[in-house]
């Protein structure tokens, strides 16, 4: 869940659900699918994707963007 920031177009996360999905792709480590399963150091993607789940949504920048000018 977090903060969309329609002035910047930034998504501030402010925390995760540690809700999971399994994206069954044969590339991704993470999946049941995973083509190696035996290897150790196989080079496929190990990347988390959170969904963007918008708790807030406000018209003005985000606080870093109005540091930043």
């Not at 540690?18 to 083509?35: E, F, Q, V, W």
Request: charged fraction near 25%; hydrophobic fraction near 25%.
């Amino acid at each position: 869940f977090g903060d969309q920031y329609r002035g910047c177009g930034h998504y501030v996360r402010i925390y995760q659900t540690g809700i999971t999905y399994d994206c069954a792709r044969p590339n991704c480590k993470l999946s049941a699918a995973h083509m190696h399963k035996t290897a150790k150091n196989c080079g496929c993607n190990m990347e988390f994707s959170d969904h963007r789940r918008v708790r807030n949504l406000f018209q003005t920048k985000c606080e870093a963007c109005l540091e930043y000018e």
